[in-house]
């Protein structure tokens, strides 16, 4: 645009600005108010930019507000102005457009706007621009953040987006053709930018703690002055090649050579030795023309080989939704001086400001505080910064905040992210690839880090390695990531590139796993399965139900049930009748044949009323016609109309095909439930690597070796190790005899510089040799090669083909011969009317074919006619089906209730009387919805005991021994009625279980199942006894003080919360550590940390005052442990609850047995085996007997209480030991009311002291 069409008012703005005269600048009085102007007119600009293009056409920014800011920079409101319009001249032009325009009218000023930003760019590579925005940053930045105002806060974000935005614009490839080491306009700014010292605020941007709201535009910056750059380069630049980079040159250049020469040989031998005008003419046979004659060649022979049908021929357009996508801009070589600076650059940032800027950035991220897509300079930071780091001298702990699962789990979610998005947002989908390109090369370089740290001298460094590799390659994510990636590769939405790191990235993850593998027996990895469940749908009318006799059937009983009801219909059938769908986007009046289709549904499923009244729902709707009967229509009529519909052929809509995807994301979700289910199973890299030998991925990399000859020899060599593996390790060859294969495979050994490439010629030649192998045993060979092949193809046509419905899988029908039908016709016939549950699990040990399945037998009978469907035989489940009780079983509930709710077992009672059957959780349930019962614990069987029992009297005389003798007979009715429990909880489930046999019970030792309170006291005593014999008196003392103190606590406020046992002394976290102390704690029910967040053992809120002093006094220091425990049961502790049970009991029959059986325990126990035996191993007492002898009222534990009382789980307390042991009368039997509850606890603790 010239300058001269500028609009008058913005020529007279900058006009008012001032004047440079030589080297100096003379600002007009009125330039603050211009700036100001400018900054107003740049708002208020149109979609074209036309301000923009007018202020760039006149180089307002070059020669006026760059000067300015240099010679006039002590005018500060001049100065900020002047930044805030040159930030607002420099953006984007994408920024200023949205989108790169595709109509050609504005991609024209797209075009403008980039030439204006380019003409910027080269002015602000000068030294004294930077030089002032240093200084001027480096003043905001001595500030302290008490001293800095908000407008300075504003300058030094402007000052850093204006060189973000200056760093952004992109190169003109058209003026600038420099060759490699020359300097770039790029270049310059950089230098520019190191000369002013601007680097290094930067760096102490990235680094200082107080300036970390500047993290962002600090990694920003920092990525578009390496836009340019390799880490490769930076390595090496001011260094000396090292031989193996000579060496690989050499090789380079000399197959560069070869390839001359081969090609110099060619053209010689092209050329005839005759004089052109004697070429002649000739036939070439078998290859016909566009006729019926062969084509005639009138050409030299020597160029023959390259004749083709196309010669002449206009080359079609490829459309552009096929185009493959383009590979972004390439690499250059800036000038050494500029590369030795970013090297040094390089290294600072990654001494001292990189773990602390990807640590705030990452942040930033995730809590959302950044601008969208700002996660692409966190990928490119990370793969920059750790493949210097990795060139130059490894060192793991410069990048220790990116080297994490944090990471891996970062980068693998925004990978899946952009490809969702790429397949969703098809407009934007190559913006979305180069982002997923981005991420890719993040994660290959944590890849290559760990890699790295693996070879390291370090052990601890090779161990985080150990420990980081463990982690991805037991995720499913992480070891599925390159499969699902090479599958859905797309090369028109993905350029080449990608291509190349994808292969790269997957050779180096399959390497690593297979290293991994060798030195482990078996490797356990995660496995997800998803599980899709439809929800059945309305079934439509089938052909049988449609047939003339069928409607005649259903008319018949729809008719009679109508007047039955003398067509009067119930209120909710009038309101409930809907005949449309309001929210469906058909109209109103297209809905009309669709209400009478609901009609006709309606009839067929012999429900009449509701019929009617859709009818005459419709009728209102749709009034106009007498579609639906007129208004005063009679009854009969009414009749007559519904006939008409039910044997109407309706128009109905077809049904989906199952293949068809639903484009309703929320009906799909209501008809799909998946349901995730994860689990662990044994690795095997075999089975791994033939997940990959599948075409959809064998494509991509015979699509990358196309372009062998501009490939490094590093990705040919990933191409052919994988091709090998599926070839060679798998013997899956077959799957790459394919036409395209093979003409790549001749292009590669025609090549003149096929030396350079020796091992794509040895496996090329490898595979044609298996295939001419293979063609002389089938004749079908050369066929299968215009077909891409699975790996069941590729089976058979090495292995042999199978005929139609022999190979696995085949559902062919089985066979029956007419033996076998007359067989099972005759056995149906005899057992049919024998009412056996299931009439075909009684045929099928009776056929003479043994192998004949359940399915087989259904699906035979049905086409024999001898049954209607396959569900007169569905196998019946177990367990009753009784769901709804009519009123007489509810008047014979409560009957029979009030006949026994005096008697002992209410509910057994019932259940033995009731007429019928049902389960107790059924049972249960009735009676307390009646109200007969408030509380469940009303219907548990009741254990009296009586005092004037002959048994009392008897056991006066008798010795110890032999009372001690007869106790187990007490307990024999305990089994009995775990199982009747066991049998309720099973019941109420609906599922059939096996009962536990008493026997399976006794297999465990009966006092290690029975022993009683006293029996724990005594082992409680020795295992302190022991401990103070060890030294421990000090932390037994503790221990017991802060017992007491808790129970004081919970005493005085009545707050119960689990308080933590925290040692403060090292004697103290000494003890702590020691498997005998922890047992200790075990055994009186302190609870250990329950997952790594936890650090200290708690006392569970669920222990009673009284529970804690009893543990307490047992830790008191007493005389000998042996004999205290007998003392302790026969003369409890003042204030414990067992003084407080005996003050009420004291001369009953169970007391007496527990002082016995205290004694003669103590007899034993003088013995060392016997102490040896009580110390190493002492159940901890179920957690609900607690509360059943605190409350005297609950005889049994049952496993589902926890579920079903809710008042109960403030009761129940895990873990936890009455150690005062309320030993009632029922104590000792109580205590055994749920082995099979307790068996579990112990496994539990025995896993926890393992530990």
């Not at 599926?726 to 003409?743: G, H, N, P, T």
């Amino acid at each position: 645009m010239d300058l001269y069409v500028m609009n008058c008012e913005l020529l007279a703005t900058c006009s008012a600005l001032g004047y440079l005269e030589g080297d100096t600048y003379h600002k007009e009085p009125d330039c603050l108010e211009s700036v100001k102007d400018l900054i107003r007119y740049l708002r208020h600009e149109d979609d074209t930019r036309d301000t923009r293009q007018q202020l760039g056409a006149g180089q307002i920014l070059q020669n006026d507000l760059l000067p300015i800011i240099t010679q006039h920079s002590q005018d500060k409101s001049l100065f900020d102005a002047c930044i805030r319009l040159m930030v607002n001249l420099t953006q984007p032009a994408l920024l200023c457009f949205g989108k790169v325009p595709d109509d050609p009218t504005v991609r024209h000023h797209f075009l403008e706007v980039v030439s204006y930003l380019q003409a910027y760019k080269e002015a602000f590579a000068n030294e004294k621009v930077f030089g002032v925005l240093s200084e001027t940053l480096y003043t905001l930045l001595q500030l302290d953040w008490e001293q800095r105002q908000e407008e300075d806060n504003l300058l030094i974000e402007r000052i850093l987006l204006l060189v973000r935005n200056v760093l952004h614009v992109p190169a003109d490839p058209y003026e600038e053709k420099n060759v490699d080491d020359d300097a770039s306009v790029h270049d310059k700014l950089l230098w520019a930018i190191h000369m002013s010292g601007l680097d290094d605020l930067i760096k102490f941007l990235a680094s200082a703690q107080s300036e970390q709201q500047w993290s962002m535009h600090v990694l920003e910056v920092i990525s578009l002055m390496f836009r340019d750059q390799t880490p490769e380069l930076l390595v090496s630049a001011g260094q000396a090649r090292s031989a193996q980079e000579k060496q690989r040159d050499a090789q380079e250049l000399e197959a560069l050579r070869q390839k001359e020469q081969a090609e110099k040989r060619s053209r010689t031998l092209q050329r005839g030795t005759r004089h052109s005008r004697f070429g002649g003419s000739y036939v070439v046979q078998g290859l016909k023309s566009i006729g019926e004659k062969d084509v005639i060649y009138h050409r030299g022979l020597h160029n023959f080989k390259n004749y083709t049908h196309d010669e002449g021929k206009a080359v079609r357009r490829v459309p552009k939704r096929k185009l493959h996508a383009r590979d972004s801009e390439g690499k250059r070589r800036s000038a050494l001086n500029v590369r030795l600076f970013l090297r040094e650059f390089c290294m600072d940032f990654l001494e001292n400001c990189y773990n602390r800027l990807m640590y705030l950035v990452k942040e930033g991220l995730i809590r959302e505080q950044a601008q969208q897509h700002d996660e692409t300079y966190y990928l490119w930071a990370l793969s920059f910064f750790m493949a210097f780091n990795r060139g130059n001298g490894f060192r793991a702990d410069l990048v220790s905040e990116t080297m994490s699962i944090r990471a891996f789990h970062f980068i693998e979610r925004n990978i899946t992210n952009y490809y969702e998005m790429m397949l969703t947002d098809r407009k934007e989908a190559s913006s979305w690839s180069r982002r997923m390109h981005l991420a890719l090369k993040a994660y290959q370089e944590l890849l290559l880090t760990v890699n790295e740290m693996d070879r390291s001298r370090d052990e601890d460094i090779r161990q985080s390695a150990n420990v980081i590799k463990s982690n991805i390659f037991y995720l499913m994510e992480y070891r599925e990531i390159f499969l699902t990636l090479l599958r859905k590769f797309d090369e028109t939405k993905q350029p080449r590139t990608f291509l190349r790191d994808l292969v790269e990235s997957t050779h180096l993850f399959l390497r690593m796993l297979e290293r991994f593998c060798k030195g482990r027996n078996n490797l356990v990895v995660q496995r997800k399965r998803v599980k899709r469940k439809k929800s059945k749908g309305r079934k439509n009318p089938t052909a049988a139900e449609t047939t003339p006799e069928a409607l005649e059937e259903t008319w018949g009983a729809v008719a009679e049930e109508l007047r039955a009801t003398s067509f009067q219909l119930s209120e909710s059938l009038t309101e409930g009748a809907v005949p449309f769908d309001a929210a469906s986007e058909t109209p109103l009046e297209e809905q009309r044949t669709e209400a009478m289709v609901r009609v006709q549904d309606t009839l067929l499923n012999r429900r009449g009323p509701e019929a009617l009244g859709l009818l005459r729902a419709a009728r209102e709707v749709w009034p106009e016609g007498d579609v639906f009967g007129s208004a005063d229509v009679e009854p009969e009529e009414e009749l007559e109309l519904l006939k008409q519909i039910l044997i109407a052929n309706l128009p109905r809509p077809p049904p989906p095909e199952p293949g068809m995807e639903e484009e309703d994301g929320e009906l799909e979700e209501e008809e799909e439930l998946e349901s995730v289910r994860v689990s662990e199973t044994e690795f095997n890299f075999l089975d791994f690597i033939k997940r990959f030998a599948n075409p959809n991925i064998v494509r991509p990399y015979l699509l990358l070796l196309r372009s062998y000859s501009q490939n490094s020899p590093h990705t040919n060599h990933c191409i052919t190790r994988m091709l090998h593996r599926l070839a060679v390790d798998l013997k899956m060859d077959a799957l790459l005899f394919q036409l395209s294969v093979f003409c790549l495979f001749n292009k590669i050994l025609g090549d003149p510089a096929a030396t350079a490439y020796k091992e794509l010629v040895t496996f090329a030649k490898f595979v044609l040799n298996r295939f001419f192998a293979l063609a002389a045993k089938n004749n079908k060979a050369f066929v299968e090669l215009l077909f891409w092949k699975s790996v069941g193809a590729a089976r058979e046509m090495t292995e042999g083909y199978s005929k139609p419905g022999e190979g696995e899988g085949s559902n062919k029908k089985a066979k029956w011969t007419p033996e076998e039908e007359g067989e099972l016709r005759t056995l149906y016939e005899e057992h049919r009317d024998s009412e056996v549950p299931d009439i075909v699990e009684t045929l099928l040990p009776l056929l003479s074919n043994t192998t004949r399945t359940r399915r087989q037998v259904v699906a035979q009978l049905v086409a024999m006619g001898l049954v209607d469907s396959v569900k007169e035989l569905k196998k019946q489940r177990k367990g009753t089906r009784i769901v709804l009780w009519t009123e007489e079983q509810e008047e014979e509930l409560q009957m029979l209730f009030e006949e026994f709710r005096d008697s002992d077992d209410v509910l057994g009672n019932i259940l033995k009387k009731v007429t019928a059957k049902r389960s107790r959780a059924r049972m249960v349930e009735k009676l307390l919805s009646m109200g007969l019962v408030s509380d469940r614990r009303e219907l548990h069987k009741k254990r009296r005991r009586n005092p004037n029992a002959p048994g009392k009297s008897a056991a006066m005389g008798m010795t110890e021994e032999e009372f001690l003798a007869h106790l187990p007979g007490s307990l024999t009715e305990e089994p009995m009625d775990e199982e009747e429990e066991e049998e309720d909880e099973e019941e109420s489930e609906g599922e059939e279980r096996e009962r536990q046999a008493p026997a399976a019970r006794g297999r465990k030792s009966w006092m290690a199942e029975r022993e009683s309170m006293v029996e724990k006291n005594a082992s409680l005593r020795t295992m302190v006894y022991t401990l103070r014999q060890e030294g421990m008196s000090g932390p037994l003392l503790w221990l017991q003080n802060c017992l007491n103190r808790t129970a004081d606590h919970r005493e005085e406020e009545d707050l119960f919360q689990p308080v933590p046992v925290v040692p403060l002394t090292e004697e103290n976290e000494d003890a702590m550590e020691k498997k005998s102390f922890q047992r200790l704690l075990r055994k009186i029910g302190v609870r250990a940390p329950a997952d790594e967040q936890e650090s200290f053992w708690r006392i569970p809120a669920q222990m009673r005052p009284s529970q804690l002093r009893g543990a307490a006094e047992v830790l008191s220091p007493s005389q000998d442990a042996l004999a205290a425990g007998a003392e302790e049961s026969e003369q409890p502790t003042p204030g414990s609850p067992i003084q407080e049970q005996q003050q009420g009991e004291a001369d009953s029959h169970e007391q007496r047995s527990q002082a016995l059986r205290a004694l003669l325990l103590a007899r034993k126990m003088k013995q060392p085996s016997a102490s040896a035996e009580h110390t190493d191993f002492t159940p901890v007492e179920d957690s609900d007997s607690a509360p059943q002898r605190s409350s005297q009222k609950k005889t049994s534990t049952k496993r589902s209480r926890v579920v079903l009382d809710s008042d109960e789980d403030e009761e129940d307390s895990p873990l936890t030991m009455d150690l005062g042991a309320d030993g009632g009368a029922d104590s000792d039997r109580e205590a055994h009311s749920a082995p099979a509850k307790r068996k579990r606890q112990r496994v539990l603790i025995d896993d926890e002291e393992d530990d």
